[in-house]
């Protein structure tokens, strides 16, 4: 990878790859485009929190000192927040929005737990910045995939339900084939699409304040979404306000992510402080390659329990347990970024109404997405990446690492805003139990053994998160 001057990867200059290489064999499946809105529906889940608790610990990262009211918002934002149920910020509510409402407007790169509040706090500072009375796009919010766009735009349709905001997605298959202009006051969208709506002239970029990079350092570091991302960045004015929020900022990228936005304000986390403590983690030994998909029946009783994700590396691989499963008599739900718009709107809807309890999928879906209920998340497939080795002499090679970041993102899944969750890695040889340890060595947080079969811990603790109000 090569980086340009603004320090976003961009392919290297004799590669016609828009993506990062594949893992062999099989394509996977990183973020992105689909199409269509629902208003997100609430779960009918009833589940244990005990956010209250977790509020008052000064160790907790949804501890805060302050009020909403202390933090500068005003009355019909106050009025959105404590409609959705929120009672004080969590800490990275109290510690970003101060710095991000002040004026003249500084960047923010802003890094919080998975499950902290993020949304909110850039949400809120959209919400603030914009002038109603001006029927133009003021704030561009982008995030990595279609279903995280969605549900972005749903906090800001509910958070905002007291203002006069209007809010149009730049995700495929929802504008108009025809729309010539959009006069809403926020954009929320994913990079390609966002570009080529800058491009087409039907998203005018003159009066953008505020550009938001959800997942920023995914944005900025994957080779297909960082140069669109740098488009759109290109098309803003100079004193547009830049907000880059991410649970992981890996030393590698965060040096781009400051270029990208020299000056800013920022919240980091220490390296052991960046998982989430509420998520208990396992690990299953199988036997071989195909003994995973014994070892995931064998758990189903436990992944309806409550509600869970299971990741796979592939597409392929995706579809072929879902329809395994589901030719053996078991419900289970698939979504990945070759599927319809259409059916991936519906999918993610169905999984977050709990229509549906076990939801099969790839990356598409491992940052960013709150579905409350979810107690489990399986690693069918560890998360790995390719890494480019260079030695003089010799012609570049790709090896395949364990992907840390994503690893964190995946499990953050379940965890949510204080709410206890478990994960369960599946690994079947010597190459994959060492790259499990990679993880766990990288995250400090242990990753205990279960036996095949014996599910009894994991069974309890599920049913003790899940119990019914
Ligand atoms: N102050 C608050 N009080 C109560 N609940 C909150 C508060 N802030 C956020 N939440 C809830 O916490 C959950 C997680 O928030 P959010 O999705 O913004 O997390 P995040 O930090 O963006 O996570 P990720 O890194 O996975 O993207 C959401 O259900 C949200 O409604």
Do not use: W
Request: proline letters at 5%; hydrophobic letters at 35%; one cysteine or more.
């Amino acid at each position: 990878m090569e980086k340009d001057a603004e320090g976003f990867y961009t392919p290297a200059s004799d590669s016609k790859a828009e993506a990062p290489a594949p893992a062999p064999a099989e394509q996977e499946d990183t973020a992105d485009p689909g199409a269509g809105q629902t208003d997100l529906i609430k779960s009918t889940f009833d589940v244990t929190v005990t956010v209250g608790d977790q509020q008052l610990d000064p160790n907790s990262p949804l501890y805060s000192v302050k009020t909403f009211e202390e933090l500068g918002l005003n009355e019909d934002l106050l009025k959105g927040i404590y409609n959705m149920g929120f009672s004080k910020p969590s800490k990275i509510q109290e510690r970003a929005l101060p710095l991000l409402l002040k004026d003249p407007p500084q960047h923010m790169i802003g890094q919080s737990q998975s499950g902290t509040g993020k949304t909110a706090a850039f949400v809120l500072t959209m919400l603030t910045r914009i002038d109603y009375s001006k029927n133009e796009p003021q704030a561009i919010c982008l995030a990595p995939s279609r279903e995280l766009a969605r549900q972005i735009m749903s906090v800001v349709t509910t958070m905002g339900k007291f203002t006069k905001v209007v809010a149009e997605f730049a995700i495929p298959e929802q504008l108009p084939r025809d729309a010539t202009r959009v006069s809403a006051h926020i954009i929320v969208g994913t990079p390609g699409t966002a570009v080529s709506l800058i491009t087409r002239g039907v998203i005018k970029t003159s009066a953008v304040k505020i550009f938001v990079l959800d997942e920023a350092d995914t944005m900025v570091d994957k080779l297909a979404l960082g140069p669109q991302v740098l488009k759109v960045k290109r098309a803003l004015p100079t004193n547009c306000q830049l907000v880059l929020f991410s649970a992981t900022f890996s030393d590698q990228v965060r040096a781009h992510v400051n270029n990208l936005a020299p000056g800013a304000n920022k919240i980091e986390l220490k390296r052991n402080e960046i998982s989430v403590d509420t998520i208990t983690q396992f690990y299953l030994d199988c036997k071989n390659e195909d003994a995973k998909y014994d070892a995931l029946v064998g758990l189903y009783h436990l992944l309806t329990i409550g509600q869970s994700i299971i990741f796979c590396k592939a597409k392929k691989t995706a579809d072929k347990i879902a329809e395994r499963m589901t030719s053996e008599g078991h419900k289970v739900a698939s979504l990945h970024g070759s599927k319809e718009a259409t059916d991936r709107d519906s999918v993610i809807d169905r999984f977050r109404d709990g229509q549906d309890k076990v939801l099969i999928t790839t990356n598409v879906i491992a940052r960013g997405i709150d579905i409350p209920q979810v107690n489990m998340v399986v690693n069918y497939d560890l998360p790995m990446m390719s890494e480019r080795q260079q030695e003089p002499g010799v012609n570049d090679r790709l090896d395949l690492i364990p992907d840390v970041e994503t690893y964190i993102h995946r499990i953050g899944r379940t965890g949510r805003f204080g709410r206890k969750g478990i994960s369960v890695n599946f690994v079947h040889n010597q190459k994959t139990f060492q790259d499990m340890m990679t993880i766990q060595q990288a995250t400090g947080r242990a990753i205990t053994k279960v036996e095949t079969g014996d599910y009894d811990m994991m069974d309890e603790q599920l049913r003790a998160i899940l119990k019914k109000k």
